[in-house]
């Protein structure tokens, strides 16, 4: 965020709310597409009207966390005449401990870069549910964001792409109650992401199962040795976006022996740069190829904020399947869900036994708070790749 005068009266400058950098300028020419290669070919930054890195509100209350409170997802409950809002916030265990087996790794970047995503199929049914549904919360993006900004899913008021995420900023989708779409099939929750994946919680409370909850940050800043006390890591529904970092510390916890359980879809896709001076700030280039709401401008395929080649993770040449086996291949509104049965052989193998110990029933999958069955919008699928 500091830009430096070259010029003779070295009169430097601080941006506010994180122009993009890394952009092309009149000089460009096309022959260089990094930034770092050509700084005469990028000198310029865009500039747009609803940029908000910081809504820079002061501090209200500060509450110091008791020693002995359970790690878990939690939320400030705020009150106001007959106006209620909650902001959630995760514990973690000390620094260095552990007081479960499992971990939940939630996937707090993702939530940033959808964070505030005013959806194009918002309409008369999602604010039906909204306004008539207990609990449901009431606002939406697609009505009230933009004046908080907008997610790295929408455009700026000029047209371009979103490509910076950040938490200092009221964040609608991250609300308790916040329904993301209105399910097609009768029982469908329409909830993903936070809400989403508090769903596994609530289901690890009910079956008595303890847990110690992480989040990107702590994979992102300690790497590996934040995952490996434990052993089993548990991701939610959606961890699509990661650094070359937190790949890292996954692939290094597995290999050291630690399961990993990933319960989502469309995960490990997007690559992300974090700021390197400024926590809570992220930034993604949606580069060449993917499923993309918008695309890069060509020669800015590159992070301002690490300088690496942004955009899919496959084409860093890092598939999502060398993290969780499978990777994501397609994604819509495939209708009610189907279901699977469990074939009989695997209640006998000895490397599979184990997974269905407690499964009593031969089908899996025909009931759930997504389509109606246990899949989500995005579907996965297994790549072998000959080395």
């Known amino acids: 965020n500091v830009v430096v005068d070259v010029g ?41 009207d609803d940029d908000l890195s910081d809504a820079r509100w002061g501090t209200d209350f500060e509450w110091e966390v008791p020693a002995e409170l359970p790690s878990g997802a939690y939320a400030v409950r705020l009150k106001c005449g007959d106006e209620e809002d909650s902001i959630p916030f995760f ?30 199929d918002f309409g008369e ?34 047209g371009s792409g979103i490509d910076t995420a950040s938490r200092h900023r009221p964040l609608m989708t991250l609300k308790c109650g916040f329904i993301s779409i209105a399910e097609a099939e009768e029982g469908g929750s329409g909830v993903r992401h936070f809400q989403a994946d508090t769903h596994l919680l609530a289901w690890l409370h009910k079956q008595g199962i303890s847990y110690d909850v992480l989040t990107d940050d702590e994979l992102s800043a300690e790497g590996v040795e934040a ?34 359980v990933y319960l989502g879809g469309n995960g490990f896709y997007w690559r992300i740069a974090l700021h390197q001076d400024l926590e809570g700030i992220l930034e993604i280039r949606r580069a060449e190829g993917g499923i993309r709401a918008w695309a890069a401008q060509p020669g800015e395929y590159y992070n301002a904020f690490d300088g690496g080649y942004g ?54 999958g025909d009931t759930g708070l997504c389509a109606g069955g246990a899949a989500g919008k995005p579907l996965p699928f297994l790549l072998h790749l000959k080395l």
């Not at 265990?93 to 707090?108: D, H, I």
């Not at 909204?130 to 449901?136: H, I, K």
Request: charged share 20%.
């Open 227 to 260: 995952l490996a006390p434990y052993r089993c890591v548990c991701t939610g529904t959606h961890p699509e976006y990661h650094t070359g970092g937190m790949l890292d510390a996954l692939q290094g916890y597995k290999a050291q022996g630690g399961r990993l």
């Open 125 to 158: 049914k999602l604010q039906e549910r909204m306004a008539t549904w207990p609990g449901a919360y009431k606002y939406n993006p697609a009505t009230h964001g933009r004046q908080y900004g907008l997610s790295t899913y929408n455009n700026h008021t000029d």
């Open 8 to 48: 003779p009266h070295g009169l430097h400058g601080e941006t506010v709310n994180m122009p993009r950098r890394g952009v092309t300028g009149a000089m460009w020419t096309g022959e260089e597409m990094c930034w770092r290669h050509c700084s005469r070919g990028y000198a310029a930054m865009h500039f747009h």
């Open 91 to 120: 514990i973690c265990p000390p620094k260095g401990t552990k007081r479960a087996e499992l971990c939940v790794l939630f996937s707090t970047f993702t939530y940033m870069v959808y964070g505030n995503h005013a959806r194009v």
């Open 311 to 364: 955009g899919l993770w496959r084409r860093n040449g890092r598939a999502p399947q060398t993290v969780a086996g499978v990777g994501f291949s397609a994604q819509g509104t495939f209708g009610k869900a189907g279901f699977y049965r469990i074939a009989p052989d695997v209640r006998e193998d000895e490397r599979t036994a184990w997974i269905f110990k407690h499964v009593t029933d031969d089908t899996l």
